[in-house]
């Protein structure tokens, strides 16, 4: 065996091996469970966000306008994703930000909004409150 | 996931006449995979048009659209029956190896709901907003305070989980990873028949092996996993149809790209590069790709009448690229730092080395598409309006993952041939083995 035919072969085995070897292929032989439990916290901030939205979403028709309150109103601190997420769970709806992704507060959102979705945090403007849950509510502001 | 199973079923089912009316030879992994595909893609247009046509996306629409599809497809791949020839490619015992890597990925992809934040912020967002209204959103794309879902992106990704989801009665994003699954499986079988005509069962095997892991994007509900299948899948047909100007090869390789552009802005960029490679070669080739550009179109027109913004060129894209160039060595160096399996690329470049001259000349147009599409990352960076560095953190190992089918491929053929009895003696003149011909043996 020449040695460009063994450093050929050595090459090749070493493409195989670094193109394919991944933590993926252990899977079929962990405990799977607890890797779908991280999976499925994996996308949440706030774990119970989502089921807060989906009784935002139950309880607004779409064409409405909604503007999230949330802890973090700083777009890189939490907003970003309090927003992006509320997009998904309300499609059909018009989610409006109070918050531009430079941190400047869109007042005029907040005014053209229908309801608040207000979680995790209170609320001082005067407001009738539509749905609560747990953390959060969905409230129409008295105008 | 039943009905995500039957979606990718139904979209394998449909493009079977339209692989056959592309090539009527097709046959095994080739048939079923570029079936898939075409499936995909063809499903897109299919929405697209309807929601162009204002209308209503359901159930019965679409299935009476495919079926005009499947129908015509039917029909010109009988009138094609004069070109049948018997194609066949021999399994391997190895081919189990790709089997349990798929499964692997299967089992990763539905672990949970799609988790990536990409998904439900721009690909499964998009497809659930559309769901709403049944056809394309163009206000919600258009609104300024959606920006964040970049709306200029191509739609072909959100149209399948539309399809997904309209046979699912509703939106679920519980099984949605399937789909990318099922675009990792059929680049890995198109790339093993392919192999399989220029190399042993054996080797054709390993290499579909390595295909399916460099297939499967980890970013499991964004784009990556479509781009990647349908760009890897038109660039190795171009590699097929160059040496003796194969039109099967050709036909397929220009309905792929043209998908791939549909898929993501670096699909279109793959096209372009695809171009350009090709117009060093030979001007007159470029008409071949005719079918891409004009699958690569209707995006274009719809995204510019709607005014739907691209964020990479707000503002001065040659101030930003201006005030980056003095720091070019410091970017290069953070790229290389972040390549993603970095030992990995090592080895191909050594293979590359190692090839035989007369291979490599035979591969230019793999090696310059890559380069190309890496000059075309690269110069993203320079001119992005985000931070330089999130930019890159978030997108290069995206990104290289998007190139590393075609290259590999190549590599791995250029050494797996050179270590046949053969092809012993190394710069032998054309060692390539029989890429026009028809037999996968």
């Known amino acids: 065996m020449t040695v460009r035919r063994a450093l050929t072969l050595l090459c090749l085995a070493a493409i195989v091996v670094l193109g394919v070897a991944s933590r993926l292929l252990e899977l079929p032989f962990i405990d799977r469970g607890w890797a779908a439990r991280t999976m499925a916290r994996y996308p949440d901030r706030w774990p119970d966000y989502p089921l807060f939205l989906e009784g935002v979403r139950a309880h607004t028709e779409p064409g409405d306008t909604i503007a999230v309150i949330v802890p973090a109103m700083n777009w890189d601190g939490g907003y970003s994703y309090a927003y992006y997420r509320a997009s998904y769970f309300l499609t059909g709806r018009e989610v409006l930000p109070l918050v531009t992704p430079g941190n400047v507060r869109l007042q005029q959102n907040f005014r053209a909004a229908k309801y608040i979705a207000v979680f995790g945090v209170g609320l001082r403007s005067p407001a009738d409150v539509v749905w609560r849950s747990g953390r959060g509510a969905l409230l129409r502001l008295r105008r | 996931m039943t009905a995500t199973l039957v979606a990718i079923l139904s979209l394998a089912v449909l493009g079977i006449p339209i692989t056959l009316a592309v090539d009527r030879s097709a046959r095994g992994p080739l048939l079923i995979g570029t079936a898939f595909l075409y499936g995909s893609g063809t499903v897109y247009l299919v929405l697209l048009t309807l929601s162009i046509a204002h209308i209503r996306w359901t159930l019965i629409s679409i299935t009476i659209a495919s079926l005009i599809v499947f129908c015509a ?19 391997h015992l190895l081919d189990l190896a790709a089997l349990f890597t798929i499964v692997c990925y299967a089992l990763y992809a539905t672990l949970a709901p799609v988790w990536e934040w990409d998904f439900w912020a721009i690909w499964g967002l998009k497809a659930r907003t559309f769901l709403e209204i049944g056809g394309i959103d163009w206000r919600f794309l258009e609104s300024r305070w959606n920006t964040f879902v970049h709306p200029d992106y191509p739609l072909l990704v959100p149209l399948n989980y539309d399809f997904v989801a309209l046979l699912n009665g509703g939106w679920s994003d519980r099984w949605m990873g399937l789909l990318c699954v099922a675009w990792a499986v059929a680049l890995a079988l198109v790339a093993r028949s392919l192999a399989a005509r220029e190399t042993t069962p054996f080797f054709a095997a390993l290499l579909a092996l390595l295909v399916a892991a460099l297939g499967f994007s980890r970013y499991v509900g964004l784009a990556e996993g479509a781009l990647i299948a349908f760009g890897g899948v038109g660039v190795l047909f171009i590699r097929a149809a160059l040496p003796d100007d ?42 071949k790709l005719t079918p891409a550009y004009a699958l690569a179109v209707p995006w274009l027109i719809l995204r510019a009448a709607h005014t ?67 000059l075309f990352f690269v110069t993203v960076y320079f001119i992005t309006p985000n931070g330089l560095r999130w930019h890159v953190l978030s997108s290069w190992p995206r990104l290289t993952a998007q190139i590393a089918v075609p290259i590999t491929f190549a590599v791995f053929l250029m050494l797996a041939n050179s270590l046949r009895p053969e092809e012993d003696a190394p710069h032998a003149e054309d060692t390539r083995p029989v890429v026009p011909a028809r037999s996968d043996e």
Not at chain 2, 267 to 277: D, E, H, N, P, Y
Request: aromatic share 10%; glycine share 4%.
């Open chain 2, 73 to 91: 497809a039917t029909f010109i791949a009988r009138r094609r029956a004069g070109d049948v020839a018997s194609h066949h490619t021999k399994p």
């Open chain 2, 246 to 287: 194969d039109d099967i090869a050709w036909r397929h390789a220009a309905l792929m790209l043209g998908f791939a552009a549909n898929c993501k802005n670096e699909g279109l960029a793959l096209l372009v590069a695809v171009t350009i490679a090709i117009a060093t070669t030979s001007w007159s080739r470029l008409r």
């Open chain 2, 308 to 374: 739907l913004p691209t964020d990479i060129a707000e503002g001065s894209t040659v101030s930003r690229l201006l005030a980056r160039l003095p720091y070019a060595h410091q970017i290069v160096m953070f790229l290389a730092e972040q390549l993603y399996k970095p030992w990995f690329w090592i080895a191909i470049l050594i293979g590359i080395l190692l090839a035989p001259a007369a291979a490599r000349s035979r591969e230019r147009f793999i090696f310059l598409v890559t380069a190309i599409q890496c």
